[in-house]
């Protein structure tokens, strides 16, 4: 195990403790939260904001998020809010260590470093924990699970939490179903904000970066199945075509289905998918939509890579139990060598490719899910108390506020309705 440092902050704050791969990465991870801030004018106006009104002063914030530079700008903004920000990563792989490091320095306790194992990443989990939370801000649903779980001593002072993630979501919802959740949790997730563009375009972008720094491989006429058709799926199917895959979908969904049929996709199940496909990637937030029956069919030299949230979606365990041999060819990419003398390309261990063997979502993307994400936690002191323990949407007053600074943001104007227009549009008597 690392050592703990502990960091004298640079706003005040006292000491705050983390642990980091290497401290000495710091200018390197400031770097690259600055870069990212040039282009998240929307979270950067909502901190300049923070800074003077302090809607968070003395609010402890424990949040379990991919550590990147947008996170990176996340925290300095909740931090110039007055809040006391800890903070672990919410994968495995999904760290980068140098932008740990900035954040440990300027001020947040972080607990993260890329490469944990199961047992150190619950440790970490924990450590954030100890802070105590006024506010959780979790993405896939595993610190809060903890809280269930593990740690229910933090109910007593939790108001409120946020989710990023679709996965997330759907894990509070089940728990809001079964009447075990405990406290209000705000989806993020569900925005249009955030996943009309960080699902679609972010997801889409950044696992495509993902697979091509893992591999170099060409796209341009390979038969490129994607797992699902929603959010994510879809815009991987999108951007994969533009670059000349042939995609193929798979889904369980007839309206999705349908959708990509429309779109011009070929669907059809993963059993046919598999006899064909060149490159696999999920998206699904489900688990097994590759399993041994389809390895058994998949061309040698097949490549497979998931994006969904945890690392389920294709099923390593029967990928281990007809193999015969792996290596690690490339960084994030294994060779499996399997019992029929066939070859398959495993990415990143199945975690999500956009972060493991990439950067993550670009910033401008992150910069409204994160905007949501900084104005909920002011949202939370002042109206959380009211909230009862389910599953809320984001406020729309929160969701137009952030499109309309991106908009202002991009210098693009929209029409406003004329009074007649709005007196038309909330009647019914005028017709043919
Ligand atoms: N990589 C990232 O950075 C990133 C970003 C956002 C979301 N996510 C994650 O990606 C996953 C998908 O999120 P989303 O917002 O697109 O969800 P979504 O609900 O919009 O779409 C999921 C789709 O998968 C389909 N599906 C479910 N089971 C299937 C199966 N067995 N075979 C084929 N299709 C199946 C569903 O019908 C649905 O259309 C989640 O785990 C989410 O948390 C990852």
Redesign the pocket.
Known sequence: MLNFINLQTNISQGVSVSKIKNPELASEGKQKIDWAENNMPVLVSIRKEFEKTKPLKGIKISACL?VTKETGVLARTLLAGGAEVSLCGSNPLSTQDDVAAALAEEGASIFAWRGVNNEEYYWCVDKVLDARPDITMDD?GDLVARIHTKRQECLENITAGTE?????V?RFRAMEKEGMLKYPIIAV?DAYTK?LF??RY??AQ??IDGILRATSVLLAGKNFVV????????GIATRAKGMGANVIV????PV?ALEAVMEGFRVMP?EKAAEIGDIFV?????K??IRKEHFHKMKSGAILAN????NV?INISDLESMCRGRKTVRSNVEEFTLQNGKILYLLAEGR????AAAE??PPEVMDMSFSNQALLAEYIVENGKKLQPAVYSVPQEIDSRVARLKLGALNVRIDRLTPEQERYMAGWKEGT
């Open positions: 991919h896939g990023e993630t679709t996965t997330g759907v997730n996943y960080d699902n972010g997801t950044s696992t797992g699902g058709y929603g959010w994510c799926s879809r798979t889904e369980v969904n999705k993963m999920t998206a699904t937030g489900d097994d939509i994006s969904g949230h945890f979606e999500l490719v956009n972060l993550g979502h």
